[in-house]
């Protein structure tokens, strides 16, 4: 959102004479032990904590404290200039609205052009706020992608922190005392990595003797990870919360450093405080739960009231959706000891974009968390200090992911040790702990026998021992999971389940395979993938192969488009593939955009009139429980119906009050009792039919389906609504050629066809210049030539460039872009054995391949029919266009042609049969008409071009 803003500001101060700290930035860059993220980090750290006075960012964008805006070059009028000089938080404003994002895009340019032209009407500090959530406490979030030494940063806080707080220690801009919180439910992967990362920590990487070592001596690290929970009837202190008590007085306390999961300190919290009425009449396990509750309570006052308490929070992004952390932080932001909040993450996004609304007709969407100051791109962490990726990908079953995937690590990996941390090893992430232990383990172990790998030396099974199938892992699976980056670990082959997905740090990890869909979260595909990418000694040359089925992988590639503006093949550069050069051959083929018609879904909830409750009431009945039946047989086999087995509901003792309760209860308080108790006359009677009385008590009988019961109550006190699904037809016009993609390097992974080879591209690209003017350096080369002298030298190199001969008249109507990267055999035989010949055949058409989606910007949005709803499957690329052209040089038809091996059949099953919509719907256009051709690897090569042949004179000329 803003961190751009924030480091031009940055910059500038770093250049000032106002900047205090630069010989100590000095020292750092001379030491060269920081990675460039963490040193870019450390500059914007003290920028906001020197130059800005450790201020809520909101604080400090309202003062502009961030404006390095030159107005008078702007094209503004007089008044709005005045005005926007006048107006520090106006300007900030302005300067957000027109920054770039990563996209190339203005942040707001209709913001923008509301400030131009009527720059008194926003509430500028009110939309300041709403960027930046509304959060008003400093609250920095650091951007760094996994790898790059985010607990290290943190160390590095604590000690900048200290250093200052030692030479001011009355100045409140300075943290006196920390708290690191590690995500919920990763404390058993987590927490000891960062906790000997802390420990670690060499402060001459920042300081230079005595300082570091001074400061050194004053830190005392505190885990807080003992069980908090109490038996018993007298109360006893929280274990967690006398680790803290331990260090008083705490006035004078400087250098606590306290450990622990984020469970820890929002346990229990919307529980009462209040001692329960009737306290000796409650029952033990009732005493326990309030002495729990009043534990918990303990462990976060205390913290609160450490002096000067800076929290710094791992993996931030959980937080923001998470709010019961937030909860905690903010009922210590309310204490005077409060310092900042300093957050931490490789994927610093929402689970779905946020909009805020500066005026009716004006939105901002934005993914990304406001509250960010560095970011660092992922793609920059590539070879510079994580592994380079091979990525691979199929669209076959999961255990024919893992059959590959293994084999193809083994092959690679084998033999491969890494100094210190010991043998490369590989990571499957198998979802369920049945399908680890029933499916894959046994598949993996037969493919260890093929190599001659010990079983029970290679392979290691890690998972939580509490699951409902009843799995236990061997007793030392977890100290041998902490220890695989040691010498002496023989693992090789890791098999994981609902864990290791975030804050695993395993730098001799050098593969990861994804085999199903349910292997990863959808938010976690990227995390995940990039487990094994942690740099041992030099990124760049290290590498680390990656195997996904085609779901994650598209999950994969979708996160590094929207997120992280890069793409699978920018992120996979193994060390043994050189670039390719592609070049644009749109002055050549001149291809004009293709319109045409999408498909559009909107889906209208509708409510329905004549909610009566009273009538919808009447016509609930209570359903029975559930039966089995239970059948006998005799010695002959004869079998017969022995009886039934009724599947109880709890037998709970329950009034008719108290069901009135629990039905409001169970619908959040949205239906009240009293609500309830206007229709007693029918609810009463349907309580009674459901109910018996014994013992002078009534309970709640269990024949019937309680719970079910609720329900349907509770449904009628619910407006009954209903989907409509609205079907739209929605023009787009596209190009098939993404200019953009020519500006990036391109490394394609080892299983793509590069067509044609280097020579025939060299050769084709000199005929396009046969006839038009020379490249701009080799036009250069040549009149230095001649102005020395050299004119034989420089005749030389122009024919080199200026080819006499006619090029090849059917490049002319294919390759817009040069080479081609097929992603399979198939296409490229296809493409040259069939499809070349056919231009020949027909001079009026022309063939491009748009199978690469980083290249093209023409997809179809596919849907799949189910009842009367249609339900969005993907995106999809067809590999091929055979176009022709009308009078007016537009795209007039379009045969779209679909490769698919053998494998691929059956998933693409749902957007073949899609296809027959699309072409319906663009058949009544005034745009472009379609038609499809599938040709699938069983079809032979005769009828692959029989089958196009016959396609083109049936549609193409008709």
Known sequence: MIYKLIERARNNWLQSDSCTVKNLLLYMERKALLRDAQLKSVKTFLFLKLACGNKPLWELMNEGAFNTLDLDILPLTVSTRAFLTEHPEAQALYEYAIEKNDSGESNAPLLAKLICEHPEAPDYAAIIKQLLHGVTYVDYLFSLPMGAGKTWLMAMFVYLNLYFAINE???????????????????????????????????????????????????????????????????????????????????????????????KLYDRMDKSKDIPDAWGNLPEKERDAWFSVELANELRKIIGDLPNLCVMVDEMHHASDEQRLRKVIELWVETSSFNSLLGFSGTP???????????????????????????????????????????????????????????????????????????????????????????????????????????????????????????????????????????????????????????????????????????????????????????????????????????????????????????????????????????????????????FYQLHIIYKIETLTGNDPKQRLADVRPSGAGRNMVTQSDISGHTEIAGQIIKYDTDIPMWYNEWLYLISKESFGLITTDTLKKYSYILKPLYESVSYVRNGYRYLSKEYKQQQLRADIRKCFTPQTVIKCIEETVPHTVSLLNNEAFDKPYYPSENRKVFPDAPTVEKIIKADHSDTALPPDIQKGIETLRATGNNNAADILEAQYRVSAVSDNRNKRTYQYIPYSFDSGLEQCYYDKILRGLLNTFPDIEIYFNGDESMTDFCIECYAKTDTYWKRISNYYPDFLILRRNADNQIDKVILVETKGAVYESSFRPKKDFMDKFIAINKASKYTQFEFLYIPESCSEEDQYDNTLQKIQDFLNA
């Open 169 to 263: 220690p009355d100045n409140p801009l300075f943290a006196h005392n920390f708290i690191i919180v590690a995500p919920a439910g990763l404390k058993s992967s987590i927490l000891p990595s960062i906790t000997k990362d802390i420990r670690d920590f060499d402060p001459s990487m920042i300081f230079p003797e005595p300082i570091a070592s001074r400061l050194k001596s004053i830190v005392r690290l505190e885990v807080l990870g003992e069980s908090s929970s109490a038996k018993g009837s007298n109360i006893v202190r929280n274990p967690n919360a006398q680790k803290v008590q331990r260090h008083q007085p705490f006035r004078n306390l400087k250098g606590l450093i306290m450990i622990t999961n984020a469970e």
């Open 349 to 595: 996004y929402f689970q779905s974009s946020k909009i805020i609304r500066p005026a009716e007709d004006i939105s901002i969407r934005y993914s990304m968390l406001g509250n960010v100051v560095t970011y660092y791109p992922l793609a920059n962490a590539v070879g510079n200090f994580l592994k380079l990726p091979v990525i691979k990908h199929s669209d076959v079953s999961g255990l024919d992911i893992v059959r590959n995937g293994v084999r193809d690590f083994l092959r690679k990996f084998k033999d491969k040790s890494y100094p210190d941390v010991g043998c490369a090893k590989l990571a499957i992430y198998c979802g369920l702990i049945a399908t680890l232990e029933n499916e894959i383990y046994p598949e993996v172990c037969s493919i260890c026998d093929e190599f001659g790998l010990d079983v029970n030396e290679t392979v290691l099974r890690y998972y939580g021992n509490q699951n409902k199938e009843g799995f236990r892992c061997a007793p030392k699976a977890e100290a041998d999971f902490r220890s695989l980056d040691s010498p002496f670990s023989k693992y090789k082959i890791i098999l994981l389940a609902q864990i290791g997905k975030e804050g695993w740090n395993c730098k001799s990890l050098s593969g990861v395979i994804l085999p199903n869909v349910n292997s990863s979260v959808r938010n976690m595909v990227l995390q995940t993938s990039c487990r094994c990418l942690r740099e041992v000694e030099n990124a760049a040359t290290e590498e680390a192969l990656i195997w996904l089925n085609k779901q994650n992988y598209d999950l994969l590639s979708e996160e590094l488009k929207k997120k992280h503006h890069t793409t699978v093949s920018e992120l996979s550069r193994p060390g043994n593939t050189r670039e390719v050069k592609r070049y644009s051959r749109q002055e050549v083929v001149k291809l004009p955009e293709l319109t």
